[in-house]
């Protein structure tokens, strides 16, 4: 037997690795079906260095669809759903967060599996408005959100790291401002406010 094509491979999968990873989790797990002919590795999906060791790959629903959200497989077999676990892989994981640059990492790692529609779309982080293609099209708006979206701000309090940044998602033309908790092995969404919808250049939601 063997695995389904990856989505979008950037770089080389080591497939007997990846095939002895599958098999710790489907005797940890189940409940999900990973068989190998069931799995699709991601290998679009490039994790930052401190989750290097962790496999990304996409299941087939009961329905025989492949499921947009991957699951993330961590070396002992241990499994969890994207992104509403990503928090526990974390946990998992026992990261420690040295520098700010750090925590942007995870956080625009996370970033990607916070869509409905990952071959459509994408949040891209905004440093300004006129990052949103098109956005020059609609002045008024472009006056009403240029003094409110700024460039990401990273705050370490005690033990514990804010992120507040603005994004905006092709699909809808959603822009989000957001505000992330993150400490040593947590990830916490504190607020992802919906400011306006159909801006830019988007991709109409049917």
Known sequence: MEFRQPHSPQEPVDLEAS??????????HPEIDFTPENVTLAGSIRPP???????????????GHTENSPFAV???GSVFKLPEE???????KELIFNDHTEVE??????????????????????NAIVDIPGIEKNLN?????????????????????????FTWQA????VFHW???VKDGDFTIIKKDQLETNVGEYIMIE
Do not use: C, N
């Open 19 to 28: 095939m002895e990873l599958v098999l710790k989790a489907a005797k940890k």
């Open 49 to 63: 260095t401190i989750l290097s060791d962790v496999q990304f790959m996409y299941v087939r629903s009961e329905l």
């Open 74 to 76: 961590t070396p002992d």
């Open 86 to 92: 990503f928090h526990l892989l974390l946990r998992k």
């Open 105 to 126: 990492e995870i956080v625009e790692f996370y970033l990607q599996f916070d869509i409905k529609m990952p071959s459509q779309d994408k949040h891209i982080i905004l």
């Open 141 to 165: 708006l472009l006056e009403e959100l240029k003094e409110i979206i700024h460039t990401m701000k990273v705050h370490k309090k005690d033990t514990e790291w804010i992120v507040e940044f």
């Open 171 to 174: 699909v809808g033309g959603v």
């Open 179 to 181: 505000e992330v908790q």
